[in-house]
């Protein structure tokens, strides 16, 4: 790219019709309608907090050219104006949104990303609009996840359960989704809501497991005794998930994630709903299928991700007879006393008892 002396960024902006237009623009500064005399290798210097070079050499570009970016939302007319990149809609120059580079969720580095975090809650971009559902990134846990040991004084004591150090990809399962427990307050606006969600799309695996070749690779179960009594609030599992995976993200990520209220019912039979503030947590029935059929409602709202294709509740590890590991949800089972739901084998909802230790964990955070 360097050697094609061309300025590489990308540049969100809406037109007249309010459509969204991303332009992975080479020669920019051909495109820009500039109010002053400086050139565009000075004017990147000035403003690199607005526009940042991905790669490539700059190329220094006429001043005042007036050239129009033309695709099939319209014609589009950029400058250069107070620091910041307009657009004209046919009547009055608009700010472009969110002006910069848009790093992938996938390429992007933890800084970058907290970087782009702390923009959306500042109100210079959205998210919604740079990142998609279904976007993937590699996260590698920093240490082992036992889920022996001791959380808030409660001894998790079965020694059956140890999640080795190791890979997982988070994908985007929503955004604007989770209710944020404390709101953030932005320049013009509080945001009551996380700015995007991550579910781990494949479960943990074992210690000593380097292959997702087998449906008992990943052992997890949702807590020691065989009742629901206290429900995703008093369960284990809700614990660990807060404690041992919480400490096991990589440090930039970890302090992003934002602590949002979770709404499940109380167990043990009954349909009241808990709200539950949570770090890391697992997901309930209607967030993944849509329904609540296994479980009471007022769990949530399905997530976008989900919305999309049934096989995106599939995970790993599995054998080749069936399409998906079984995979813990925080539901109770609102059958009976005495089960947790999940995801079954293949790919239905079904239920177990929360002793059950072959199921897999696949938790989920916001940021």
Known sequence: MANDKQIVRKLTLKDANNVNVVYDIGALGENIKYDDNISINEKIDSVATDVSIISGEITPATQHISKSVTDENGIHDLRYHEKKLQYYN???????ISPGVYETWQDATEAEIASMIQKHYNEQLDLSEIWSIGDTRTMTLESGISATGTYNNNTWDVGQEFVRVQNVELVIIGFNHDDLTTPISGPTKTFTKAALTVNQKDCLCNMGITQKTSYDDAFGFMDPSDTTEGGWTS??????????YYKAVPTILRELIKPVNKLTSAGNGSSIINTDSDYVFLLSEIEVTGEAT?????EGSQYAYFTKATENRY???KTDSIVSAQWWLRSPYNHNHTEFCLIYYMGYMSSMEPS??????SPAFCL
């Not at 046919?90 to 472009?96: L, P, R």
């Not at 369960?235 to 041992?244: D, E, Q, S, T």
């Not at 296994?294 to 007022?298: E, K, L, N």
């Open 235 to 244: 369960c284990m599992r809700r614990k660990w998930c807060n404690g041992g």
């Open 90 to 96: 046919g009547s009055e120059w608009k700010d472009v």
């Open 356 to 361: 059950y230790a072959a199921v897999g964990i």
């Open 315 to 317: 995970k790993l590890p």
């Open 294 to 298: 296994c479980s009471y409602s007022g």
